[in-house]
């Protein structure tokens, strides 16, 4: 049963270097050439995690990315043609879990689409459900409710929201959230973890401006603070 990897690149050469690559590491890769055909080909496979290529054809990367999360919390790692930091936030805000800006090494894919996928819902059965005054999160099937209501998180927003219930009421610098959910030596910008910590605020506070599940603790980072039942 090999993870499907959706490689969604109109450069010829930088799509079969992906593959090659993804492939040699036992993963089904398929391709798709532009942003539409992307799109379909993400219905139908429904794969473990999208290489998503920002600059594309017709519907760009972006857009492509704002569909596929209407319907979608696959994991997808974004490309960036230039080291262009708009382009990196407006990605991790409209819904990537990760980027890498081009020329990137085909081995520095490979490792970051492993730690993504090992760290992913492979986590075998067996993990206790979090339960607290507000909040319920249930670590095998992955969801979340709030106040008995479901809450849809990304992949990604799902792991962060976890990694900090599971130290509750302990405050997480950003260093340590990057290490717990990306898992891996992250080189990028330690804003990634601001911007997903803003998306799921959004999605389970009552005031994201004034929140109270998921505090801010200036100068060292988050904590959780929902009580446990
Ligand atoms: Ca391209």
Do not use: C
């Not at 079969?16 to 398929?30: C, D, N």
């Not at 927003?157 to 891996?184: K, N, T």
């Amino acid at each position: 049963m090999n993870r499907k990897i959706l490689v969604v690149e109109d450069e010829p050469k930088v799509s079969e270097v992906i593959r090659a690559y993804l492939e040699r590491e036992g993963y089904a890769v398929h391709t798709a050439a532009d942003g539409l055909a992307g799109l379909k080909a993400a219905r139908v496979l429904q794969p473990d995690l999208i290489v998503l290529d920002i600059m594309l054809p017709g519907l760009d990367g972006l857009e492509v990315l704002r569909q596929l999360r209407q319907e979608s919390d696959v994991y997808v790692l974004l490309l960036t043609a230039r080291a262009d930091e708009t382009d990196k936030i407006v990605g991790l805000t409209v819904g990537a879990d990760d980027y890498l800006t081009k020329p990137f090494s085909p081995r520095e894919l490979t490792a970051r689409v492993k730690a993504i996928l090992r760290r992913g819902r492979g986590s075998g059965p067996g993990e206790p459900v979090l339960v607290f005054r507000r909040l319920r999160i249930d670590v095998d099937a992955r969801q979340v409710w709030k106040d008995g209501e479901p809450v849809e998180l990304t992949a990604i927003e799902f792991d962060l929201l976890h990694a900090l219930a599971r130290h509750r009421g302990s405050v997480l610098s950003r260093e340590q959230i990057i290490e717990q959910v990306w898992g891996y030596d992250y080189y990028g910008d330690e804003r990634v973890v601001d911007v997903h910590i803003g998306r799921i605020r959004k999605k389970i506070e009552d005031d994201p401006d004034a929140p109270a599940l998921i505090v801010t603790v200036r100068g060292a980072g988050y904590r959780f603070e929902d009580t446990p039942q």
